[in-house]
């Protein structure tokens, strides 16, 4: 993926904020509902929401700004304590990161070119250790079913909250820079593993490695995830909460008109039934929280408004608090 920083179009010295305000008019503008006749706005939105993942994120960030991990989110090599050794335990040299194999039993390849145990003794013992038998009398006993690798490969892959309700296809990077289009069952959560067959790792002698990819669900510009329930703040203005009306209300299968009654405070929450995440034998509801937002900049209508209500009907809504 490219720089993060880049992607959202702030300094690597950005705020917060900063970094908060550039994600969320990017997802808004690419969002795939918004761009429906553009193939590349999903790629966009993704690539998107993956940045924020990393720079949006405090501690990710600063992993990512020391160089201990890369725009995908992956660890970097930072070589061995004390030595000067670097890149692929085979020899091959690494893509800006570092692949490792676990044994599982015998030897590894620790600086022997890729031999297994069996070859260090034999090169040891000049050929003795096979047989059994080596210089002095000795004998050396161990498993001749060869060394084990684990070639199986993992990725992660990050995909929009409506990619994880609907399924669909995404295309993945592998470190060998391999791609493939992996199918993305609907209802997806993340966490959840997708095991490719045989798109692993390979090696000589040994069966193709698997490829698991784990699910990575991107923050949601407008909706927050909460169990199988979703929660949305809901902009109201300020004659829509004291005359009450119908407003439109976004959802993951579409806009929805909802009634907000007269005199609506700022904080209420009304439950939209079944629009919120798919789950066994039901769905999940969208839990809408009105928010009150004044016009901006100074208005003085609305403040000579304000005065005479003030002076006429006067009300204290913290009266509880002592």
Same mark, same amino acid.
Do not use: C
């Given at each position: 993926?490219?720089?993060?920083?880049?992607? @959202?179009?702030?300094?690597?010295?950005?705020?917060?904020?900063?970094?908060?305000?550039?994600?969320?008019?990017?997802?808004?503008?690419?969002?795939?509902?918004?761009?429906?006749?553009?193939?590349?706005?999903?790629?966009?939105?993704?690539?998107?929401?993956?940045?924020?993942?990393?720079?949006?994120? *405090?501690?990710? $960030?600063?992993?990512?700004?020391?160089?201990?991990?890369?725009?995908?989110?992956?660890?970097?090599?930072?070589?061995?304590?004390?030595?000067?050794?670097?890149?692929?335990?085979?020899?091959?040299?690494?893509?800006?990161?570092?692949?490792?194999?676990?044994? $599982?039993?015998?030897?590894?390849?620790?600086?022997?070119?890729?031999?297994?145990?069996?070859? =260090? &003794?034999?090169?040891?013992?000049?050929?003795?250790?096979?047989?059994? $038998?080596?210089?002095?009398?000795? #004998?050396?006993?161990?498993?001749?079913?060869?060394?084990?690798?684990?070639?199986?490969?993992?990725?992660?892959? #990050?995909?929009?909250?409506?990619?994880?309700?609907?399924?669909?296809?995404?295309?993945?990077?592998?470190? #060998?820079?391999?791609? &493939?289009?992996?199918?993305?069952?609907?209802?997806?959560?993340?966490?959840?593993?997708?095991?490719?067959?045989?798109?692993?790792?390979?090696?000589?002698?040994?069966?193709?490695?698997?490829?698991? =990819?784990?699910?990575?669900?991107?923050?949601?510009?407008?909706?927050?995830?909460?169990?199988?329930?979703?929660?949305?703040?809901?902009?109201?203005? @300020?004659? *829509?909460?004291?005359?009450?009306?119908?407003?439109?209300?976004?959802?993951?299968?579409?806009?929805?008109?909802?009634?907000?009654?007269?005199?609506?405070?700022?904080?209420? #929450?009304? $439950? &939209?039934?079944?629009?919120?995440?798919?789950?066994?034998?039901?769905?999940?509801? &969208?839990?809408?929280?009105?928010?009150?937002?004044?016009?901006?900049?100074?208005?003085?209508?609305? *403040?000579?408004?304000?005065?005479?209500?003030?002076?006429?009907?006067?009300?204290?809504?913290?009266?509880?608090?002592?």
């Amino acid at each position: 993926m490219r720089d993060p920083y880049e992607v @959202l179009g702030v300094p690597r010295g950005a705020s917060a904020t900063a970094i908060k305000s550039a994600y969320r008019k990017l997802a808004k503008k690419h969002h795939p509902d918004n761009n429906k006749n553009d193939p590349k706005a999903a790629a966009r939105f993704s690539e998107i929401n993956a940045a924020n993942e990393i720079i949006g994120d *405090e501690d990710k $960030r600063k992993q990512f700004d020391r160089g201990e991990i890369d725009a995908d989110g992956k660890p970097r090599f930072q070589g061995f304590p004390g030595g000067g050794f670097s890149g692929d335990p085979r020899g091959r040299a690494g893509g800006g990161g570092f692949e490792s194999y676990t044994f $599982r039993s015998g030897g590894g390849p620790g600086g022997m070119g890729g031999a297994g145990f069996e070859d =260090i &003794l034999n090169s040891m013992f000049g050929g003795a250790a096979r047989s059994g $038998r080596a210089g002095g009398g000795r #004998t050396f006993e161990f498993d001749t079913g060869g060394v084990g690798l684990d070639l199986d490969l993992n990725v992660t892959m #990050t995909v929009s909250l409506e990619e994880s309700v609907k399924g669909g296809e995404k295309r993945v990077r592998l470190p #060998t820079g391999k791609e &493939l289009n992996v199918k993305i069952p609907a209802g997806v959560t993340a966490g959840q593993q997708i095991r490719l067959k045989g798109q692993g790792e390979t090696a000589p002698g040994h069966p193709p490695g698997d490829l698991l =990819i784990t699910i990575s669900i991107a923050p949601h510009p407008f909706f927050k995830v909460d169990g199988s329930d979703l929660r949305l703040d809901l902009p109201i203005t @300020l004659y *829509e909460a004291v005359l009450g009306g119908k407003v439109r209300v976004p959802t993951l299968g579409g806009a929805v008109e909802l009634s907000i009654p007269k005199n609506t405070s700022s904080g209420r #929450t009304f $439950r &939209l039934k079944g629009k919120g995440l798919p789950k066994p034998g039901e769905t999940g509801d &969208l839990l809408v929280t009105t928010r009150i937002i004044l016009p901006d900049g100074n208005d003085s209508e609305l *403040e000579a408004l304000m005065h005479k209500w003030r002076d006429g009907h006067p009300y204290n809504p913290r009266s509880d608090f002592g």
